[in-house]
């Protein structure tokens, strides 16, 4: 936790008390958990656009080389062995979107032990 973050000083940088912060960990909302949920939001729409982006090219360039129908990626259910694959990218994706609210729990609670 950098001291930029800690009572005075975190309300100080925020744009009610001051200037935000600017670098690897800036403060753009007053409170740090609605700023934490800015963050996941943002993280979970890069991930979701650059996944849709390179499915729809994949289903594109494999319909047009004639190696799939449109109708067998709809209707494509996966073996079990691909299905707990799936589930761990799944739970990969979840940590990394809820990483920032993490940070701010973490963060609240060594505030309150002192630390």
Aim: charged share 30%; net charge negative; proline share 6%.
């Amino acid at each position: 936790m950098s001291d930029g973050q800690s009572g005075d000083g975190y309300r100080a940088q925020t744009p009610e008390g001051g200037v935000p912060l600017a670098g690897d960990d800036p403060v753009l909302l007053p409170d740090p958990v609605t700023d934490a949920l800015l963050r996941m939001v943002t993280e979970l729409t890069a991930e979701l656009w650059v996944e849709r982006d390179r499915r729809m090219v994949l289903e594109d360039v494999l319909v047009d080389a004639g190696v799939i129908s449109s109708a067998t990626l709809e209707n494509y259910v996966p073996p079990e062995s691909r299905r707990q694959h799936y589930r761990d990218e799944r739970d990969a994706l979840v940590q990394s979107v809820f990483k920032e609210l993490r940070r701010v729990v973490a963060t609240a609670a060594v505030r309150e032990n002192g630390r």
